[in-house]
């Protein structure tokens, strides 16, 4: 007996090899079942159409144009399916490994603009600022599953929601299984609350649940599209739905009004609750209003030292100034020049509270051991770990210590300083 949740693949797998050898399909629970059923969480839908710039548009027209070209010239001279676009697609690949000459060079130019648009679609600017317009809302929501389509727009992705001040980072096929389970536990445990991954998410990776999946560019495949918002519709503990942000650039492949995804969009739609069709500029509002955050909230954030650490983080450049402000941070400087061996000790009483990283970031930082005050790059290169996690810690941190558990300690501190 087999049991998958997508009897599916691109070619004509199911129907000359899987079929045969188990003799029947019992088909069991589909989305409309398990939402009756109760087995996954209420769904909520939006569907976001971004602009293409100029450049953008007509880049993807001649890419189009090319597509058409080759694909007729591959069907027509060569033998490759019309009717099925997976059988098709094989056909190609096998044309470019194992075909002569003109077939190769046809087939390979097909492919090579196949990657083009594809790389094309994940990167658009106007799309990117759509997610960092929404990681403003997502910086104080749940946690966020990204799925795109390459390791360049994952990356893309990762960096547009850290500038807005979310914590952020991109898994892909190039992370060996160590740094994929530390970002995985990270993600867990709520120290990383975007992950943003291509196809390595799509299946076979048990990911963390998750509150929100923007899909920053649509698989052609029903099959990976199902295992996507797979990872999001779990049942959660407090019965609150799942939110799908499902950006397309209009006009395109991506747009449903093309057909694209049709299927899969079909069946998912008629189990959600909420299904809205907005343009890019009105998406962080419904989002917020979906999570139940104000937009005064939203905007306030804004002003979060947090985001521009992380903002200058992902431009490149270094952050001296400590994260947060407050009179947590007066007193690590203070006592950092000052070095009062009793007033220390107090201090250190403070960060006993601290995990070990976490020590080891405010020493290093602030220059609680003796040695200068650091920046976050300086910090990151001398503890080996990344210059986003320098700036997670050194917030988790202060705010730990602006607790109750510690605060009369740090008021006595701030009134002898």
């Not at 790389?119 to 759509?130: F, G, H, Y």
């Not at 990383?192 to 990911?207: K, N, Q, Y």
């Not at 994260?323 to 000052?338: C, D, K, M, Q």
Request: proline content about 3%; glycine content about 8%; hydrophobic content about 40%.
């Amino acid at each position: 007996m087999g049991l998958t949740a997508t009897l599916e693949r691109s070619d004509d797998g199911v129907e000359e090899k899987l079929l045969p050898f188990f003799g029947e399909s019992i088909v069991g629970c589909d989305y409309r079942r398990a939402r009756a059923d109760k087995i996954i969480a209420p769904i909520r839908v939006m569907t976001v159409a971004v602009q293409f710039s100029a450049l953008e548009f007509n880049r993807n027209q001649r890419l189009e144009d090319e597509l058409r070209r080759e694909r007729r010239s591959l069907i027509d001279n060569y033998g490759c399916s019309e009717s099925s676009f997976g059988v098709f697609f094989r056909q190609v690949q096998d044309l470019a490994k194992n075909g002569d000459f003109r077939a190769a060079r046809t087939a390979g130019r097909y492919l090579h603009a196949f990657s083009a648009r594809r790389e094309l679609l994940a990167t658009c600017r106007a799309k990117l600022k759509a997610i960092e317009k929404l990681g403003a809302v997502l910086a104080g929501a749940g946690k966020t599953l990204v799925f795109s389509e390459t390791k360049e727009s994952a990356r893309g992705c990762a960096d547009a929601l850290a500038s807005a001040g979310v914590y952020a980072e991109s898994m892909s096929s190039d992370d060996v299984g160590a740094e994929r389970t530390r970002l995985l536990r990270q993600f867990d445990e709520g120290r990383i609350t975007a992950l943003a991954a291509p196809r390595i998410l799509d299946e076979g990776i048990d990911v963390p649940e998750a509150d929100v999946g923007i899909i920053a560019a649509a698989s052609s495949s029903r099959r990976q599209m199902v295992q996507r918002i797979g990872r999001v519709i779990r049942v959660k503990p407090d019965g609150r739905p799942a939110s799908f942000v499902i950006l397309y650039m209009q006009s395109s492949i991506e747009d449903p009004a093309r057909g694209a995804h049709e299927s899969f969009l079909e069946q998912l739609l008629e189990i959600a609750d909420e299904k809205l069709d907005v343009p890019a500029d009105g998406a962080a509002v419904q989002l917020a209003n979906w999570l139940g955050q104000s937009m005064e909230t939203v905007e306030s954030a804004r002003s979060m030292p947090r985001l521009h650490a992380l903002s200058a983080v992902v431009n490149g450049k270094d952050v001296i100034d400590p994260v947060r402000a407050g009179s947590v941070t007066n007193v690590l400087l203070h006592e950092a020049i000052r070095a009062d061996p009793d007033r220390f000790d107090l201090l250190l009483s403070c960060l006993a509270i601290l995990s070990p990283q976490q020590i080891r970031v405010i020493v290093t930082r602030f220059g609680l051991g003796g040695g200068p005050r650091r920046s976050v790059r300086e910090t990151a290169q001398l503890l080996r770990i990344g210059a986003r996690d320098v700036v997670r810690v050194e917030d988790e941190s202060l705010g730990r210590l602006e607790g109750q558990d510690v605060l009369p300690i740090i008021q006595l501190l701030c009134g002898e300083a």
